[in-house]
């Protein structure tokens, strides 16, 4: 066989093969050859019949051949059956029998194993139909066959061999073609296609057939063919009919008395060619045709193979092909001949001269063609998909480095580098001859992305080949690639002059400086790193430092990380004491504003003893940064040198500051003066006078107030809780006149009053707590105590009831003693176990 893709000349030649359309097809064609080639050389084809073991193709001499399917004649098999060209051959299921008729009137069955039941018979007639039974090659079947010529006859063996002929049907206009399958034979006549019942002996109807006056249908062969038992495809001039033959209900069969069976037309439609053979394939239909147009010189057209999808009155074309088959143009439509092998999808076409076998593309046939039409990646998902399962020649690398190669041709290097992730798997060395591709172009940038980073490692050239291109082309990227890429891939010293080479060449390129800093971390040099991040004012230093434990690395960088990012500096500094505080004290000495920071943000968070380490010093930073926390750090804490604090104070003015101050180191009359004098604070002054309740403060803030009108009315409204009023009211000049005098004597008599009746109700209530708190004192002592046989002596410890009389002492602690165990009694006042110092009996210390 040859591929029909393969053509052997260009031009006219009749011997090229079938031409392929750019849609893409469904059937490869491939030109039968062998000797076949000389057969039809010297003869030519009439008619065909195909099995799965052979094919069987007649003669316009009336020579059936028995070739194999790719050709070859099988020896001792070409038989001189007719006389002239043989009309019709027909196989029986098993291919153990042929039978063939011709225009000689002779019907010939021919066993290929066995010659007992071989027939020849003349039926002095022209017979241009035969049927063979397809269960023929069984000794019970009766051995039957069917003929038609002017009417159609079934013929059965029986005694002795005996051929009896039963007329199946009567004249209508001559029996064109025959076909058989199962129980059921259909044959057209002139007038149309009869459908037989030969188990119930009757017909199941007749389809009537169109005449048209351009096309009678006695001028045009009817096409018959069996899909399963059940269904009949007709192809009869240019129309086609599916037929489906269905089982009655029983109430219609017992009611009516119809045949069990009928036929049931599923679809009927025209197309625009003459059909010359039809056959089946899966859900579609497979027609061959010659065109009803002549070309410019009057002579036949190629004959068409198209697959199209049937409907109920129309159909859908899914391919057709143009097939330049020898003598074509000489030929009409009954000299083409189509037959199949159903289940493997082979379809034989048949002309004079020629014959090729149609098939349906299988997965590498498919792949191939998609691959010749540059249809690239339809051609990888089909190898990706189930069809990939069926190729034989084609495999998922090869496809895709196919398509590799057009991307890069075409300039699309992106998708190229997509591509190798989804066809170069694991294999190390693919991928390393498909990356020197993209490095012939310049394009390493294109796959950098997608190159094999976990299992698979490539040879570390190939990663620096790609960070020196990204180096030379696009520093960001190779930013984006360091920080991506293990340095396990690839030489860092290498990568790390190149960079140097750079930047001595672009010094200000931030993004090559900071590639740089984290490749010295890769080698180690965290100095260095160091020093880079901070000359960036990178914040990844802090991720750089606590990655590798570098806390005693950078004590003299402290300050330089403050600049960078204070706050992070100063959590990172904190967390978990990374660095000592004294260190970060020292090198922040001279800033006082990190300073600040710093020890602001550790006394919020230190929870050890020595938190108050450094609130000395930060007393005088809260006095230059942030007044608002000075006096409750004063209050809180007792650990800072409180004359000192007291000079911050005085210095800066900070009265209430220094109030305070001198309240703790007893100077309140000093630190009342500055209430009233500076601050002029009345409500804060009384508060320190109740405060330190002190005689002499009471009288320093009345002093005070006594040649100042407005303080008088405003003491004498608050310290009638305080003091006794005639403190104030006895020092007053008479002659000072005092707003709101009146006011203030009734608030102030009103609040010693309150303060004489709260005294008198708290000396109630002593005297009746007093009282009550005897009377239940003595109402206890009343209770008696109990006693039972398993309390102690808690001198000898033996069990305090006994039976001999024995006198017991109790103590209101409830420990219990025998008399004569305590000696002493008289001398002693409490218990000799709850007080022991106090025991003096023998053996107690």
């Given amino acids: 066989m040859e591929n029909s893709a393969d053509k052997e000349e260009q031009g006219n030649q009749d011997d090229s093969d079938s031409e392929v359309d750019e849609i893409e097809p469904r059937l490869k064609y491939i030109r039968m050859r062998n000797d076949l080639e000389q057969i039809l050389q010297n003869d030519a084809a009439s008619c065909i ?37 043989v009309n019709e051959i027909s196989i029986d299921q098993n291919g153990d029998y042929i039978a063939s008729c011709s225009d000689d009137g002779k019907v010939y069955i021919y066993g290929l194993y066995s010659s007992d039941d071989n027939l020849n018979m003349s039926m002095g007639r022209l017979v241009k139909s035969i049927a063979i039974d397809p269960k023929y090659y069984k000794s019970g079947s009766g051995r039957r066959f069917i003929t038609g010529d002017d009417k159609l006859v079934l013929y059965e063996k029986t005694f002795l061999s005996r051929v009896k002929p039963v007329v199946l049907c009567e004249a209508e206009g001559g029996v064109r073609s025959t076909a058989w399958a199962g129980e059921f034979v259909a044959w057209a006549s002139d007038i149309g296609v009869r459908i037989y019942d030969l188990n119930a002996c009757c017909s199941l109807g007749l389809i009537k057939w169109t005449r048209s006056a351009d096309a009678l249908p006695e001028h045009y062969r009817c096409n018959l063919r069996w899909s399963g038992d059940r269904t009949l495809l007709i192809g009869w001039v240019d129309t086609v009919r599916v037929c489906q033959i269905k089982k009655r209900l029983m109430q219609d069969i017992t009611n009516r008395d ?37 070309d410019e010189n009057g002579k036949s057209q190629r004959p068409t193979l198209q697959v199209i999808e049937p409907k109920y009155q129309d159909f859908s074309e899914i391919c057709a092909n143009s097939l330049t088959l020898r003598g074509y143009k000489e030929y009409g439509c009954n000299d083409y001949h189509l037959d199949c092998l159903v289940h493997e999808n082979r379809f034989f076409i048949v002309s004079p001269k020629d014959i090729v076998i149609a098939s349906l593309y299988d997965a590498d046939d498919r792949i191939e063609w998609l691959l010749a039409h540059k249809k690239f990646e339809e051609a990888l998902e089909a190898v990706m998909t189930n069809d990939g399962k ?23 290097y992106d998708e190229a580098g997509k591509l190798c992730l989804k066809v170069l798997g694991r294999d190390k060395k693919l991928w390393e001859e ?104 990178h914040k990844d230093v802090f991720q750089l430092i606590q990655k590798h434990q570098l806390c005693s690395s950078i004590h003299d960088m402290i300050e330089g990380l403050m600049n960078l990012d204070a706050e992070r500096a100063i959590r990172f500094f904190l967390e978990k004491d990374r660095i000592p505080s004294d260190v970060v004290v020292e090198k922040l000495k001279n800033n006082h504003w990190y300073l600040y920071m710093y020890l602001d943000a550790r006394d919020k968070t230190d929870t050890k ?194 039976r001999e009389p024995r006198n017991l002492v109790i103590f209101y602690c409830k420990h219990s003693f025998h008399e004569d165990c305590l000696p002493n009694l008289k001398l002693l006042d409490n218990c000799v176990i709850c007080n022991p110092q106090k025991d003096t009996s023998p053996g107690r210390k």
Avoid at 72 to 77: D, G, T
Avoid at 395 to 410: C, F, M, P, T
Avoid at 491 to 501: E, R, S
Avoid at 696 to 710: A, H, I, M, Q, T
């Fill in 609 to 802: 003893d020595s938190k108050g380490k450094y609130h000395g010093l930060l007393v005088r930073l809260y006095a230059d940064y942030s007044r608002d926390k000075l006096l409750p750090l004063l209050r809180r804490s007792d650990n800072y040198p409180i004359q000192q604090a007291l000079d911050i104070c005085s210095q800066r003015y900070f009265y209430p500051e220094m109030v305070y101050l001198l309240g703790r180191i007893g100077n309140t009359s000093e630190a009342l003066a500055l209430m009233t004098r500076k601050l002029n604070d009345m409500e804060s002054a009384i508060a320190f006078c109740q405060e330190h309740d002190d005689e002499e403060l009471w009288n320093d803030l009345v002093n005070y107030s006594l040649d100042k009108p407005e303080a008088i009315t405003f003491l004498l409204q608050k310290i009638g809780t305080y003091v006794d009023p005639r403190l104030i009211v006895q020092k007053i000049e008479p002659s000072l006149e005092i707003p709101g005098l009146k006011k203030a004597l009734v608030k102030m008599m009103r609040d010693y009053n309150l303060q004489v009746s709260v005294q008198e109700g708290y000396k109630k209530i002593l005297s009746s707590d007093y009282f009550n708190l005897h009377d239940r004192l003595v109402r206890s002592h009343q209770k008696g105590i109990f006693m039972d046989d398993d309390q102690m002596c808690g001198a000898c410890q033996r069990k305090i009831i006994v």
């Fill in 390 to 412: 069926d190729c034989k020649k084609h495999s998922l690398i090869y496809v895709g480095r196919i398509y590799l190669d057009h991307l890069l041709n075409s300039g699309k």
């Fill in 434 to 537: 498909e990356v020197y591709k993209f490095a012939r172009v310049h394009q390493l940038r294109s796959i950098s992305s997608y190159l094999p980073r976990g299992d698979v490692i490539l040879d570390p050239n190939v990663y620096e080949m790609v960070l020196f291109e990204y180096l030379n082309m696009d520093p960001e990227g190779f930013l984006h690639l360091v920080k991506e890429w293990s340095p396990k891939l690839y030489n860092v010293a290498a990568i790390v002059n190149g960079v140097i080479d750079h930047i001595i060449q672009n010094p200000h390129q931030t993004a090559l400086l900071e590639a740089l800093a984290i490749l010295y971390s890769h080698e180690g040099k965290y100095d260095k790193a160091l020093a880079m991040y901070l000359k960036l004012r």
């Fill in 49 to 85: 019949a195909v099995h799965t073991k052979f094919l069987c193709l007649g003669s316009h001499w009336g020579m059936i051949h028995l070739l194999d399917h790719q050709g070859n004649n099988i020896q001792s098999k070409t038989l001189q059956a007719h006389a002239v060209a």
């Fill in 258 to 294: 119809l045949p069990e069976y009928f036929v049931d037309p599923v679809s009927t439609f025209q197309v625009d060619f003459y059909i010359s053979g039809i056959a089946p394939l899966d859900n579609q239909l497979v027609l061959l045709g010659c065109s009803k147009e002549l």
